[in-house]
């Protein structure tokens, strides 16, 4: 998956990053790589070690408050961010002037995939606190020409408005919060789909936007067309989802992408995403495992791009699989399953240990009159698929807990 269009810019990159960057003048030496021309091959780049977010954390724990990943000196750094801490302590993220404005260009390639140009008019529904969640998207509507409407404070009701009255197009948000805007527009009367002028919907933060059920969903409360993207805050924005919308794009033109085995560290066409960003030279990272569950088509998209397509988008976390009763079952599976239903408004799921089992219990709001043949429904649903037995118990409307980033409706007790 390693052109050699890619290995020029590799090599471009290492330039700088050899002479100065601690962390990779350390990393990269241990394995005989001291100059750039020592990476000429596929071979020679698989020799690299790969990336490790624990490596990143300890070295910004050792050597704080950013660690030894910098290139340039701190004066050429413009742009602080973190990460959500979803996995662990939060790792800060540095970028100068340059590799933001990457940054920037890489999400006007996800816009263009999903057809949105400087006529339309962005709603970006976020916090804009330090996670880098969408500043990025924001940067990239300024490249764009684009207008977009400031929000960061208001209210789900008060964003609801604004879209309204200010015709905006596009909205960019977590798969759960464009569910969330749509069930508050309900509440107040409000029929989006037929109310406001948005086309698109293009989301990020979890694999929503690429499950069907979701993503079905999401479309229909809008009326408009939903489009999956995928990224992170250590690496930049990586997928990309194209017009036909026959999976996630890896964006080949900007990073060196490989899917290896999680046992073996091998080529596989299924397993963990690795990945070297080509426009972060300031704070790169080089065969970072991103932890991402992804698995490769093997065909190519009508839309005519060579890059390859990941098959439903990032499946899932790797540390975030709930192994029960001996089986892997992903939350974006459970989530598919249930929001198949469209009486089902919400759902939460435990998981926790009897004396002798491990028990799956899922809790659902629902709409139907009859709530136990829905409880029913998604049991013999879930049965089917995962081949597990699981406890479905119908709660009252509107009592599990609504998210405005990325959903957590899974607890696992056994680890409490």
Not at 5 to 22: C, D, G, K, S, V
Not at 164 to 177: A, E, G, K, M, Q
Not at 289 to 317: A, F, M, N, P, W
Not at 375 to 404: H, N
């Amino acid at each position: 998956m390693v052109t050699n269009t890619q290995l020029n810019r590799l090599r471009e990159m290492l330039a700088p990053i050899l002479e100065t960057n601690e962390f990779y003048q350390q990393k990269l030496s241990e394995v005989g790589i001291t100059k750039p021309n020592d990476i000429r091959t596929l071979s020679d780049y698989q020799q690299l070690p790969f990336t490790t977010k624990d490596e990143l954390s300890a070295d910004q724990v050792s050597q704080p408050p950013y660690g030894t990943n910098l290139t340039f000196p701190l004066d050429q750094y413009t742009c602080i961010h973190q990460t959500s801490g979803t996995t662990g302590s939060p790792l800060r993220w540095l970028d100068t002037r340059e590799s933001w404005d990457w940054w920037g260009k890489c999400w006007r390639d996800i816009y263009a995939c999903a057809g949105v140009t400087s006529a339309d008019r962005l709603l970006i529904a976020f916090s804009f606190g330090p996670f880098i969640g969408f500043w990025s998207a924001y940067h990239g509507a300024q490249q764009l020409g684009a207008l977009s409407i400031a929000n960061g404070g208001l209210t789900s009701e008060q964003r609801i408005r604004a879209i309204i009255s200010n015709d905006v197009t596009v909205v960019v948000c977590t798969p759960t919060y464009a569910l969330r805007l749509a069930e508050v527009a309900e509440q107040n009367g409000i029929d989006l789909s037929k109310e406001s002028k948005v086309k698109v919907t293009v989301h990020a933060g979890e694999p929503g936007a690429s499950l069907p059920a979701t993503k079905q969903r999401i479309e229909d409360r809008w009326g408009a067309r939903a489009y999956d993207h995928a990224g992170a805050t250590e690496v930049g924005a990586w997928g990309v989802m194209c017009r036909p919308q026959a999976g996630v794009h890896l964006n080949e033109d900007e990073f060196i992408c490989e899917v290896i085995d999680t046992d073996t560290g091998q080529l596989s066409d299924e397993g963990e995403l690795v990945i070297t960003n080509l426009g972060r030279i300031g704070m790169p990272v080089i065969r970072y495992r991103t932890g991402d569950y992804v698995k490769l088509k093997s065909t190519q998209c009508e839309c005519g791009s060579k890059h390859h397509i990941l098959d439903g988008g990032v499946i899932g976390r790797i540390d975030d699989a709930i192994i029960i009763r001996g089986l892997n079952v992903y939350p974006a599976t459970i989530e598919n399953i249930i929001l198949k239903f469209p009486d089902v408004k919400e759902f939460a799921v435990r998981v926790y240990r009897t004396e002798t089992l491990d028990e799956l219990e899922i809790q659902i709001e629902t709409t139907n009159s009859n709530p136990n043949d829905t409880a029913t429904a998604v049991t013999s649903a879930l049965r089917d698929t995962l081949g597990l037995r699981t406890i479905v118990k119908v709660v009252r409307l509107g009592s599990l807990p609504r998210f405005e980033l990325k959903s957590r409706r899974f607890t696992d007790e056994r680890n409490l």
